[in-house]
Each structure stands twice: as structure tokens, then as C-alpha cells.
């Protein structure tokens, strides 16, 4: 039985994406891949929204490495981070930050509550010169109000460092329309590709501090990563097959554009949301993001042997929780290359497992 994916990353590929991932892989020092990598540059900044004068660089680790990077580049030792912790992908920013030295304020959010502005506003922010947050933060599918934290920033000031793992090209994520001074990225959710490649979208604000702060970090050091960029290159080894995965896929997206691709997110999303009616669960957050639905059982059921169940007995794979969260809550994705009719196919399969 062929396992189906409703996971939040890696998703279901489209057939390109897994042909182009069969070829063998060429040299990459060549001109001929630095156009393909200047090419995923542009490509990117284009989906981004991102403003006139802004840079990507593009990591070869997950989008956890990603994340670091936008802390050890902006922010010096003495500077403090303002976080957004609703989840556990809002713990990791505060781990990185504890781990590598950076002061920062928690701003705590009950797991899937919407953020309270009005709270935010209230804070003192004193010290801090940045906030992090998760778009979507994945652990709970809720998704945050970018634009609203982005006005929150500049009124403050504040930069802005926005994780998009999940909602990029599931939810709308504009950089210079919402305020967005970075944005990471990476390529297993929206993107549909294979996991290992990350890109941080870096705006103009953000790249002219970049060369005041000493950063605390080799592989990761983004200065390094820009440098090279400008020759279409990357100073160490990259994914090689998952950049021309990545180019090959963002012919595809830029041809559509970005709020096509959302648009189609948001439509699998509602059919899904709707076709619950009748089962005893709950969407788990105040704010659901487009990228996945998030379920809370209603009838005693544990959600983990929900999960458990339906890749057993129907090769349907949704994605459990860990933690507190465990037997609380199970995702449903609707990344990559998934259409209607598989997601009634989870609808059914639910039907039956929770009778």
C-alpha cells in the first residue's frame, strides 16, 4: 500500500520535481550553475514580495539552521530578541537564542490562541533591537497577524524576522507590503521539494547592519553566503539536486504567481474545514493557517492513535504531536501535491476511525 502524505514536510512532490531528482547531479563550480542559482535568487525575492535592494542566501541545512542564522548575523551579544513562543517552533527561537548567548523577552501565547496586540503593545521592549516569529507556527497551526506585528515593528523600532517555513506560498507573505525585513524559507513545505535546502530572504534594512555585527558563526556566516551570491555561487558545497529541483519548480510558481499557488492552498483548505462537519473534532487554533488543520479529538480519542491508525490501516499519513500536545492534536496538511479527492479520502478514513 502506497503511503500518502498530509504531513507538514516533506509533502507530496509533483512528478518534475521527483524526474529531476533521478539525474545525475553535474559539476556545480560552473557558470552554467551559478545562472541557475541567480535565477533561484530572483525567482524567490519574486515570491517574496520582497523589496527593491533585498538578497537571498541559500543554506544547504534544514530550517532550523535557517533560523540560527538570523540570529547569530543580526543580532550582536549585548542585543536583545523580542519572541513570539506559542509553540514549540516559538521555543526553538528561544533555545537558539539561550544556546547562543542572545538576551531575549518571551512574548508567551497559549498554544493556538491568536496573539493579543493590545498585550504586545503594552510591553516594555526597551533593549530589544529585533522580533522573531513564526508565521504559521507549525506545532499548532495557527497562523500569526504578520502584517499587524510588521506595523507593531516599525513603530517600535524593531526589525523583523519572520520564520515562513510553513506559510510561504500557503498564506500571504509579502516582505515589503507587511514589513518583513527577513524571511526564511525552506524546501520541503511549500515548495514541495526534498527537505535540506533553506533561504533567508534578507531585505535592505537588514543587509546594511549586516556588516556592524561580527557574526558568531563559520558555516553559517551570512556575509560569506552574500559574498558568493554575487557570483551565483555558495561558499561551500550546496544541495546541488535540490537547487535544480528548486529552479525547475520556481519556473512553474513564478508563471502562476504566488497568490495563485495560495489561492489553491486556501481552497484545499476550506474544502477540508468543511467536509468536518459531523466528525467529533475541533479545529485546534483561534487562527488556522492555510498549510494544515489542526484537530483536536472531541470524543476521547487519542490523537496520536488517530495518526497511528490511519497510516496502519489506510497509508495515510498526517502528522502527530509531540509533547503536551501528543494525544491532544494531529495536523492534516495541505502542502504540495495534493487535490480534492485525497482529501476525502482522509474525511472517510476519519469517519471510520472515529465512529
Do not use: W
Amino acid at each position: 500500500m502506497r503511503e500518502t502524505l498530509f504531513t507538514v514536510g516533506p509533502v507530496e512532490m509533483y512528478p518534475e520535481t521527483l524526474e529531476q531528482g533521478g539525474k545525475q547531479l553535474p559539476y556545480f563550480r560552473t557558470d552554467e550553475f551559478s545562472l541557475v542559482v541567480r535565477e533561484c535568487d530572483d525567482g524567490l525575492r519574486a515570491l517574496a514580495g520582497a523589496p527593491t535592494g533585498s538578497r537571498t542566501a541559500i543554506l544547504t541545512c534544514s530550517g532550523t539552521g535557517a533560523m540560527e542564522a538570523t540570529v547569530v548575523n543580526f543580532l550582536s551579544g549585548s542585543e536583545r530578541a523580542l519572541i513570539v513562543r506559542g509553540g514549540s517552533f516559538g521555543e526553538r527561537f528561544c533555545e537558539i537564542c539561550s544556546d547562543d548567548g542572545i538576551p531575549f523577552d518571551a512574548v508567551h501565547v497559549e498554544p493556538g490562541r491568536a496573539l493579543d496586540m493590545d498585550h504586545l503593545e503594552s510591553r516594555d521592549i526597551s533593549g530589544c533591537k529585533a522580533l522573531y516569529v513564526n508565521a504559521c507556527e507549525t506545532s499548532t497551526g495557527a497562523l500569526y497577524d504578520i502584517s499587524a506585528l510588521g506595523d507593531f515593528c516599525r513603530r517600535r523600532g524593531l526589525f523583523l524576522v519572520v520564520d515562513g517555513i510553513s506559510a510561504f506560498l500557503c498564506d500571504e507573505l509579502n516582505m515589503e507590503k507587511m514589513g518583513v525585513d527577513a524571511l526564511i524559507v525552506s524546501s520541503q513545505k511549500g515548495l514541495a521539494l526534498p527537505p535540506g535546502l533553506s533561504m533567508i530572504v534578507i531585505g535592505p534594512r537588514l543587509l546594511a547592519r549586516l556588516h556592524d555585527i561580527r557574526p558568531r558563526a563559520h558555516y553559517l556566516g551570512l556575509q560569506r553566503h552574500l559574498k558568493d551570491m554575487e557570483r551565483g555561487q555558495t561558499p561551500f558545497t550546496p544541495a546541488v539536486g535540490i537547487i535544480l529541483q528548486l529552479h525547475s519548480r520556481l519556473e512553474t510558481l513564478n508563471h502562476i504567481g504566488a497568490y495563485a499557488c495560495i489561492r489553491k492552498v486556501s481552497s484545499l483548505a476550506q474544502h477540508f474545514r468543511e467536509g468536518l462537519n459531523g466528525l467529533p473534532v475541533r479545529i485546534f487554533p483561534e487562527r488556522p493557517s492555510n498549510a494544515l488543520t489542526a484537530l483536536t479529538p472531541q470524543n476521547g480519542s487519542s490523537a496520536n492513535d488517530i495518526y497511528l491508525r490511519l497510516k496502519k490501516e489506510y497509508g495515510l499519513v498526517v502528522t502527530p504531536n509531540g509533547g503536551e500536545l501528543r494525544d491532544k492534536v494531529f495536523r492534516v496538511g495541505h502542502m504540495g501535491n495534493i487535490r480534492v479527492q485525497d482529501l476525502d479520502r482522509v474525511l472517510s478514513a476519519l469517519r471510520k476511525v472515529m465512529k
